[in-house]
C-alpha cells in the first residue's frame, strides 16, 4: 500500500514535470539566459519576427544581394522555415562576455556542434537544440573584437545551412 | 454372588433407557465379570466387559505430553504467509534514502527548467522594412556560413594530419 502511495506521487510529479518541459521547448537562448544583456545599454538588440520572415518572399529578386539565384533559393528555403532570429551584440568586454555567456548555456540543453579557438584569441561556439530529433534552435556564440550571439528558432536543417556556406564562400 | 436374572433384566432395560443410578451399572458390570454368564445375557457381556476395563485405567503423567504431540502430529501445516518485518532501523533508514532521493530528483527537475524569464516585447527590434530584415538576415547568413566553412575546414585540415601521420607510421 505504501509502495502504491509512493508510485501515485512520483506519477503526480512527472506529470506535473511535463507541462514544465514542453513550455521549455519554446523558450530561446536569450530569454532563456540572457534578459538582462537586453537591457543592457552596450548591447545592440535586433529581432526578426517568422511574420517579417515570410514576407522576405514577397520581395523583388533584386533586393537579395547574391551571387547565383541558387543561393537566393537557398535563402530564402532557409529563411521560409524560420520562426525568429534574435541577435545580440557588444563591442566592449567581447572575451568576458563570451565566457559568461558560454558559463550560462546548459549543456544539458544545447549540445555542441562546433567549437572554434583562433590564434588571435577569438572564440566561436555553435551550438543546437532539439526537441524529438529535430533541430528547433541554432545559437552562435563569439567573442572576439566583438561579441554576438544568434539566436535562430525553427525547424533548421543543417544541410541547407552548409550547402548555403558552401555557395556563398566559393 | 447369585444374581436374579429378571432382576438384570430390569437393570439393563433401565440402563438403555438411561435410568440407571451408579449403583446399579456397578451391579451390571459385576454380574458380567462372572465367568459363566448365562446365554440371554451374553450380547451385552462385552460392552459391560470394556466399560468395566476402561474404568480401570488411569490418566498416567506422560498422558498430556502425548496428546500434544499427537495433536501438532495431526495438526495441518498452514499456509506459508511470510510478512516481512524489517527491524525499525532499517524502517528509518530506508525511510530517510527515499526522503533523500525524492527531494535531489526534485531539486534537479527544478535546476534543469530554465529561469523564469521576464518577458521581453521583441517587436520594439524589429526591422522597420522586410528589406532591412532581409539585409540583416543576409549578412547575419553570410556570418554563419563563414564560420561554420572555418570550422569544417580547420576539422578537415587536422583530419589531414592525422592521416599523413597515421600513412607515415605504416
Known amino acids: 500500500m505504501r509502495l502504491l502511495h509512493f508510485l501515485f506521487t512520483v506519477c503526480i510529479l512527472s506529470c506535473l514535470s511535463v507541462p514544465l518541459t514542453a513550455q521549455s521547448d519554446n523558450i530561446n537562448a536569450i530569454d532563456r539566459y540572457f534578459t538582462k544583456y537586453v537591457d543592457d545599454e552596450r548591447f545592440s538588440v535586433v529581432y526578426i519576427s517568422g511574420r517579417l520572415f515570410n514576407m522576405l518572399g514577397s520581395l523583388d529578386k533584386e533586393t537579395v544581394h547574391l551571387d547565383t539565384q541558387e543561393d537566393a533559393d537557398a535563402l530564402m528555403r532557409i529563411a521560409k522555415n524560420l520562426e525568429g532570429l534574435r541577435i545580440l551584440t557588444a563591442d566592449q568586454d567581447a572575451q568576458g562576455l563570451y565566457a559568461e555567456a558560454k558559463s550560462k548555456i546548459e549543456l544539458s540543453v544545447y549540445e555542441p556542434l562546433m567549437t572554434i579557438r583562433n590564434k588571435d584569441g577569438s572564440n566561436i561556439e555553435l551550438l543546437v537544440r532539439e526537441t524529438k530529433g529535430k533541430i528547433k534552435e541554432l545559437l552562435m556564440l563569439g567573442g572576439g573584437e566583438e561579441f554576438f550571439l544568434l539566436s535562430f528558432i525553427g525547424d533548421l536543417d543543417l544541410t541547407d545551412i552548409s550547402d548555403l556556406a558552401n555557395d556563398m564562400n566559393k | ?170
Open chain 2, 1 to 170: 454372588m447369585v444374581f436374579d436374572h429378571q432382576h438384570i433384566q430390569n437393570l439393563l432395560d433401565n440402563y438403555f433407557e438411561g435410568q440407571t443410578s451408579i449403583a446399579d451399572e456397578q451391579q451390571l458390570q459385576q454380574f458380567f465379570q462372572q465367568k459363566n454368564i448365562p446365554e440371554p445375557f451374553q450380547p451385552y457381556a462385552g460392552w459391560f466387559q470394556f466399560v468395566t476395563t476402561e474404568q480401570a485405567q488411569s490418566i498416567g503423567p506422560d498422558f498430556l505430553p502425548q496428546l500434544r504431540q499427537q495433536i501438532a502430529v495431526e495438526e495441518k501445516p498452514r499456509a506459508a504467509t511470510k510478512v516481512l518485518r524489517l527491524p525499525p532501523v532499517i524502517q528509518r533508514i530506508a525511510a530517510i534514502t527515499i526522503g533523500i532521493g525524492l527531494i535531489t530528483w526534485l531539486w534537479s527537475s527544478e535546476v534543469q527548467q530554465p529561469p523564469t524569464a521576464k518577458a521581453i516585447d521583441w517587436s520594439q527590434y524589429e526591422p522597420d522594412t522586410p528589406a532591412e530584415a532581409m539585409a540583416i538576415y543576409q549578412r547575419t547568413m553570410m556570418k554563419v556560413s563563414v564560420h561554420l566553412n572555418q570550422g569544417v575546414t580547420k576539422a578537415s585540415g587536422k583530419l589531414q594530419k592525422i592521416e599523413d601521420l597515421g600513412a607515415y607510421f605504416k
